[in-house]
């Protein structure tokens, strides 16, 4: 901690986290000069780095990582779940050091740089995140000079004005501007991302990030007659690794923006809708997602929810959302399926959570975090609709969940 009136860095120092709360903590910076404002978060995942600041789901965020190593295996074009980072900085331990690792293609370093993204290495990641725990997580500017100079006044003057996560709707910043088709599948070591066999028509090719055009391969999971199911997937800050999983379970995927009317929806003709992750407050963005998600219930057709999705499946069928004091964000997040109590080690990345107690009758509990209880899941009784808290698309983090995709497939056939 220092002195929050002195402007110049100690020795050695080029990076500054200032929290809202005065506390300033020197560090070296990396990556891009500048400042960044946001809430600072900790993810305790061991590796994923680069999926993890390109989760738009970290819009809005610092992200303070617990593992120290943070950086040593590079980056490459084909690990990003978005075109460029959300995460606004990362906070890690120990300076990144050159990469190691065959697929590597840039530094860590250079990688954050060429996207205007701040690091600060040398900063007791394990305190930051003590701190968090205890006090919750805290608004704070992150900054790169240099020269190691700074205006920390002016620094913790736009800390304590930023008004927060609670009540912003960070969907319509982070999601797709235009509806797009998606065909990429998932990817397998020395054949890069795989491409599903022709559809059953109705949409467009997939973006392309550098993976390799692959013969088809048939799908054990495609519908009757290998006819591919039409999904519309609504884009509150997606996930690439999403799109891929839906394609891999025989899905012939539409992505459409954020604020899609239910009629735009129900042109593409799908037989079922994805509701995305996001960053913001669900309740925010609830304001026009929700009724267009009442709409879909009606027709009673499958419906699949995951993160911010689950949020507004919940608000649609009339549950309430709450910010929790430090969120899950990590790899290694323990799961119960109550159905038959099995555990699944989960993904997660989320700061605000269904508020278990408001689920309406119709709205059965079907997994439940074992870190602190929170709702991590439920299901419709009356129609086919579910959505889960968690990230089974898992990227990163385990595949445990990978079924979740193939139960929605199975939904529509």
């Known amino acids: 901690m220092a002195d929050p009136t002195s402007t110049r860095a100690p020795t050695g120092a080029t990076g500054v986290l200032v929290l809202a709360s005065g506390e300033v903590i020197w560090g070296r910076g990396f990556g891009a000069e500048g400042s960044a404002v946001g809430e600072v978060c900790f993810n305790t995942a061991m590796t994923g780095y680069q999926e993890v600041m390109t989760d738009p789901s970290y819009a809005g965020q610092i992200i303070n990582f617990t593992f120290p190593h943070i950086g040593n295996v590079g980056t490459n074009p084909e690990d990003i779940e978005a075109t460029n980072p959300h995460a606004l900085g990362a906070i890690v331990r120990q300076d990144v050091t050159n990469p190691s690792n065959f697929r590597a293609t840039q530094h ?26 205890l006090q919750g997580a805290p608004n704070a500017v992150i900054a790169h000079s240099a020269h190691g100079t700074f205006d920390i006044p002016a620094l913790l003057a736009q800390a304590k004005a930023w008004p927060g996560l609670e009540g912003m709707d960070l969907a319509r910043d982070v999601t797709t501007l235009q509806t797009y088709g998606w065909d990429e599948g998932l990817w397998r070591l020395g054949e890069g991302y795989q491409k599903p066999l022709p559809s059953k028509g109705g949409v467009g090719v997939g973006e392309s990030i550098g993976s390799q055009t692959l013969a088809p391969t048939p799908n054990p999971s495609l519908g009757r007659e290998g006819l ?185 056939s």
């Open 108 to 133: 860590f370093r250079d990688w954050m740089a060429a996207n205007g993204r701040i690091g600060l290495s040398g900063i007791d990641t394990r305190a930051l995140t003590r701190l968090i725990r």
């Open 228 to 412: 591919r199911k039409r999904v519309v997937a609504i884009d509150y800050g997606i996930k690439r690794n999403i799109l891929r999983n839906l394609v891999d379970a025989g899905c012939e995927v539409t992505v459409v923006p954020a604020d899609a009317s239910f009629e735009t929806i129900m042109a593409h003709q799908p037989d079922g809708l994805f509701l995305s992750n996001g960053p913001g407050d669900p309740a925010a963005t609830g304001v026009y997602a929700v009724p267009v998600i009442r709409q879909w219930l009606d027709t009673k057709k499958p419906l699949f929810g995951i993160c911010l999705g689950h949020q507004m499946l919940a608000l649609a069928v009339g549950a309430k959302t709450e910010k929790m004091h430090q969120g899950h964000r990590g790899a290694n997040h323990p799961v119960q399926r109550l159905s038959d109590g099995a555990v699944e080690i989960t993904s997660m990345n989320h700061g605000f959570a269904v508020d278990a107690g408001t689920l309406p009758a119709n709205a059965r509990a079907t997994h439940t975090s074992l870190f602190d209880g929170s709702n991590c899941g439920f299901e419709l009784t009356d129609q086919p609709a579910f959505s889960v808290q968690y990230h089974p698309e898992a990227s990163p983090g385990p595949q445990d969940s990978h079924y979740l995709f193939e139960k929605f497939a199975g939904m529509m």
